[in-house]
C-alpha cells in the first residue's frame, strides 16, 4: 500500500510560478508512474501531467503544456510539478497519484493509489 502526501500549494499572483511535491511512503518508489490530476468544484478531475517510473518520458494536458514540468527523484521518493506562468483557471485541488504499469496514462482509473491533495490559488 503506497501512501502519498501532496504539498506546496497555496495562494500564487497571476503569472506567478509554485511547485507542488507529492512524497511518497509504503511502497518501491521507482515502480510507480506518477500522475498530476486537478478538479474544481462541480467538476471532474482532469489530467495535468505524468512522468514514467525513471523519469524519462512524461506528458502533459495541452492547457499545462510549456508551462508544468513534471519531475521525480527516486532516491527522495518525491514527484514534483514546477508550474509557470500562472492562470487563474489553473486554481483546483491537485492530486498526485501513482500507477503500476507502463506508459504515462492519462485515465484516472489507471492509478491505483492517491493522495488527499492540495489547494493551489491564482489570483489575477
Known amino acids: 500500500q503506497v501512501q502519498l502526501v501532496e504539498s506546496g500549494g497555496g495562494l500564487v499572483q497571476a503569472g506567478g510560478s509554485q511547485r507542488l511535491s507529492c512524497t511518497a511512503s509504503?511502497?518501491?518508489?521507482?515502480?510507480?508512474?506518477m500522475g498530476w490530476f486537478r478538479q474544481t468544484p462541480g467538476k471532474e478531475r482532469d489530467f495535468v501531467a505524468a512522468?514514467?517510473?525513471?523519469?524519462?518520458?512524461?506528458d502533459y494536458a495541452d492547457s499545462v503544456k510549456g508551462r508544468f514540468t513534471a519531475s521525480r527523484d527516486n532516491a527522495k521518493n518525491t514527484v514534483y510539478l514546477q508550474m509557470n506562468s500562472l492562470k487563474p483557471e489553473d486554481t483546483a485541488i491537485y492530486y498526485c497519484a501513482a500507477a503500476i504499469g507502463l506508459g504515462v496514462p492519462r485515465r484516472e482509473y489507471d492509478y491505483a493509489y492517491w493522495g488527499q491533495g492540495t489547494q493551489v490559488t491564482v489570483s489575477s
Open positions: 512522468i514514467s517510473k525513471g523519469g524519462a518520458s512524461t
Open positions: 509504503g511502497g518501491t518508489f521507482g515502480r510507480y508512474t
